[in-house]
């Protein structure tokens, strides 16, 4: 697999995603992408293999319009380690059509608001999810992501490699919500708490 095809990075959930951006720019991060909404497709065959098989495939708006495949994480790794391909296409509506005419479907639609920085050789983002906040740090390997997160006052130990659609599996089921897309509407009203999910805020 080529290098510059593998994805590495850890997610950290936390309380206040502010103190995480003052201790950013403290440290000197550069602002790559102002927050930003982000509208996320995910595809599956009909009888749902790249899921079982831990595979993604994905078409994304933001300010752009992306087509991502991630393989299957490594397993037994202290972060998420998996090949990951993007593309970047013009039209995003039609990139769905393609893929719908390939035979894919829409397995779910989830979103988020994203700020991207750049630290260190690294990017951390900032994520609001429908359910919580978290921090995404992606780097070169395991020792850096652990550094960054050290730098930014986040519990190595709290960290998260499961995908935030995994995560989300464990609020439907712990909260007992029908099957649903992972929007901003859908969980309204539903607070969330992290240690009833298994998770542990990184910033306490």
Not at 153 to 173: D, I, K, N, P, T
């Amino acid at each position: 697999m080529n290098s510059s095809e593998q994805e590495i990075e850890a997610k950290f959930p936390v309380h206040s995603l502010e103190g995480v951006r003052q201790r950013l720019e403290q440290a000197g991060a550069v602002l790559e992408v102002p927050r930003v909404h982000e509208v996320n497709l995910r595809f599956d065959t009909p009888d749902g293999a790249l899921t079982r098989e831990r595979r993604v495939l994905r078409l994304r708006r933001d300010s752009r319009a992306v087509l991502t495949y991630k393989g299957a994480a490594k397993m037994g790794q202290e972060v998420s380690v998996r090949q990951e391909i993007e593309v970047e296409v013009s039209d995003f509506d039609a990139a769905r059509h393609l893929l719908e005419a390939l035979g894919y479907r829409v397995s779910i639609l989830y979103e988020k608001f994203r700020t991207t920085y750049q630290l260190a050789g690294a990017h951390v983002v900032l994520d609001e999810m429908p359910f919580g906040n978290f921090v995404e740090i992606e780097g070169e390997n395991a020792e850096q992501i652990h550094q960054i997160a050290l730098l930014l006052g986040l519990r190595w130990e709290a960290r998260v490699a499961e995908s935030y659609l995994g995560l989300f599996e464990r609020v439907r089921q712990a909260y007992g919500l029908p099957p649903t897309h992972l929007t901003f509407d859908a969980l309204r009203g539903v607070k969330v708490e992290f240690s009833r999910i298994g998770l542990q805020e990184a910033d306490t």
